[in-house]
């Protein structure tokens, strides 16, 4: 173990970004306002070869945060932690992701639970802010929602084991050092970096109480991209890390399948009008072609009520609806993609997706 007493500091906040200096402000404001003292914990902020760069912004807390302002060339999320790790001097590194805010007490969330229950790494959950769109607020339920990720996602209630994740992680500097960091994967790299801490025997947990804002995607194209490239990376984990892929990982691909054959089976009946099966089941032949897609309408009407219960407003279980058809749609398809050019055409990782991923 390397002696804690050689760090000037407990905590490294390590922030990477790319374009967006305004995000990174209200980040840096949120961490100015920690209740946990400010000799605790530095920031390191790695501006990733960005045309809008957030140096002004930096420099507007260098009187209230310890923090340090580094500017590379491109190269994705993965390497620009690295790069901000090799210059930190915590004993811990937090990763977040610059469209991420922090309530006051979160490093006193995460000090009070590594003190009562130590461990190697660990990842938060994320919440919406009252001040988030109903867009973002609904995209902030569909990936968090049990009823469309499983709760995997950081939740109390889910389907699989939890791995941390980059937009709100911890781990043991000299953990992170003994792997290598996050690898050059553009998307899945911090599932990646989860499973090799696992498989590497170190201790991994969820602390329910490091929560934070996080605001995701604005819009449902940029929020459909996301997921189609989190379904691709779903393929390219499963390659790295054998029996990885698991029945919630599938549920996407089989509703996405599964919604385009009830379409289809509608359709047709709707076309061939079979007074004679319509006569059977006591129902007019122009309405049988809508048995097929009341699973569809129940599962329509289980995430309004959900949504809208849980964020107070109709209209965003509206918007909810619409965003977990976006994310099961959008994840589905990029994970029928790559088992096709991964699995069916047997190209590699970087080969297959190198015009999505690595320009």
């Not at 305004?22 to 920031?43: M, N, P």
């Amino acid at each position: 173990m390397i002696p804690t007493e050689r760090y000037a500091m407990k905590y490294s906040i390590i922030v990477p970004v790319y374009n967006r200096p305004d995000e990174a402000d209200e980040l840096l404001q949120s961490l100015s306002r920690q209740s946990l003292g400010r000799e605790s914990f530095e920031v390191i902020v790695v501006e990733d070869g960005s045309d809008v760069p957030c140096k002004e912004q930096v420099d507007r807390y260098a009187a209230d945060l310890d923090v340090h302002y580094h500017v590379k060339p491109n190269s994705g999320p993965g390497p620009s932690r690295n790069y901000g790790v090799e210059r930190a001097q915590g004993e811990w590194v937090i990763i977040l992701d610059s469209d991420c805010v922090l309530p006051d007490d979160y490093l006193q969330a995460v000090d009070r639970s590594l003190r009562q229950q130590p461990c190697d790494a660990w990842g938060g959950p994320d919440r919406a802010h009252d001040s988030f769109t109903p867009v973002q607020k609904a995209i902030s339920y569909s990936m968090t929602s049990f009823f469309t990720t499983g709760g995997i996602r950081g939740g109390r209630k889910k389907l699989d084991r939890f791995y941390p994740r980059s937009f709100n992680m911890g781990v043991r500097r000299e953990v992170y050092q003994q792997l290598g960091g996050f690898s050059r994967m553009r998307f899945g790299e911090d599932i990646d970096f989860s499973y090799r801490i696992v498989e590497a025997g170190h201790a991994t947990r969820l602390l329910p109480d490091a929560w934070v804002w996080h605001k995701r995607r604005t819009d449902f194209d940029k929020f459909f991209k996301q997921v189609f490239n989190s379904g691709i990376a779903r393929i390219n984990l499963e390659k790295r890390h054998p029996g990885t892929l698991k029945l919630v990982h599938l549920l996407p691909m089989a509703f996405s399948v599964g919604c385009i054959l009830l379409l289809l089976t509608a359709i047709v009946l709707r076309l061939a009008l079979i007074d004679s099966t319509a006569r059977v089941l006591g129902l007019p032949a122009s309405q049988l072609w809508l048995i097929p897609l009341l699973p569809l309408f129940v599962y329509i009407l289980l995430l309004f009520a959900d949504a809208s219960v849980r964020n107070r407003s109709l209209v965003i279980g509206m918007y909810s609806v619409e965003a977990a058809f976006v994310q099961l749609f959008g994840y589905g398809m990029g994970f029928i993609k790559a088992w096709w050019r991964r699995c069916v055409l047997k190209k590699d990782e970087f080969a297959a997706f190198e015009k999505n991923f690595y320009e």
